[in-house]
């Protein structure tokens, strides 16, 4: 049983470039939740998409968004990179089914993402 | 708004010594209490979790208790091992909600 998956491993981009990173669930998982993890810091909720639609949103700007698509893989976008925006990047996936009070995130081991 | 502290480390142990790493939250409501451990170059794993008042998490020999009276959730081994090492999150997620809301994390060495 695959766990949660992410591509690229690791990338570096330009200042002022575009984004965008990938993301597979764990089998069975139809929800996917997408944090940042500076270096040092705990991870930040960035956006969950279930359903193909954008749930619930962290404080994050409008440069930053997503993607769900029929087979509840995901994709999270970034435009107009800055140099801040260099973290790793996790997703994670939830069953809906299991009930508000058994959610469980498996998360992926992440995108290093680097600006420069 | 919700939030998460956590002790600050590193917390250096040697091999067989006991670890207590401190984490109290702020929440309304009643909130899930989860801790997640992320070993070097890896993504995170969850190591318990607990979703009601005096609820115990345990898993692999870490135990956890949901203390309401005192929001907090401390984190504890008996004895722990190099293996071990690695950096502990504490974290939370609200009601009916599994959004988690993370601490800055713990770094653990365990030296043999």
């Known amino acids: 049983d695959a766990g949660v998956t992410q591509s690229p491993t690791h990338l570096i981009k330009t200042r002022g470039q575009q984004v965008t990173l990938r993301c597979s669930p764990k089998?069975?998982?139809?929800?996917v939740s997408w944090y940042q993890q500076a270096l040092g810091q705990g991870p930040q909720f960035i956006f969950q998409?279930?359903?193909?639609?954008?749930?619930q949103r962290g404080n994050f700007p409008d440069r930053f968004s997503g993607h769900q698509f029929p087979n509840y893989s995901s994709e999270l976008n970034v435009n107009a990179l800055l140099l801040g925006d260099s973290a790793l990047y996790l997703c994670a996936s939830s069953p809906r089914w299991a009930g508000p009070t058994s959610y469980e995130q498996y998360f992926g081991p992440g995108t290093r993402l680097t600006v420069t | 708004g919700n939030s998460v502290t956590q002790m600050e480390g590193p917390v250096t142990l040697s091999e067989e010594a006991f670890l207590t790493i401190n984490c109290t939250y702020t929440?309304?409501?009643?909130?899930?209490l989860f801790w997640y451990v992320q070993y070097p170059g890896e993504g995170l794993q969850l190591l318990l979790k607990?979703?009601?008042?005096?609820d115990k998490g345990s898993n692999k020999g870490f135990e956890a208790t949901y203390r309401k009276e005192t929001t907090s959730f401390h984190l504890e081994k008996g004895s722990v091992q190099v293996s071990d090492s690695a950096v502990y999150f504490c974290a939370l997620s609200a009601y009916n909600t599994d959004k988690l809301i993370f601490g800055t994390g713990t770094r653990l060495q365990v030296f043999p």
């Open positions: 998409y279930y359903e193909e639609e954008e749930r």
């Open positions: 929440a309304t409501g009643y909130p899930s």
């Open positions: 089998s069975g998982h139809d929800t």
């Open positions: 607990a979703t009601k008042a005096d």
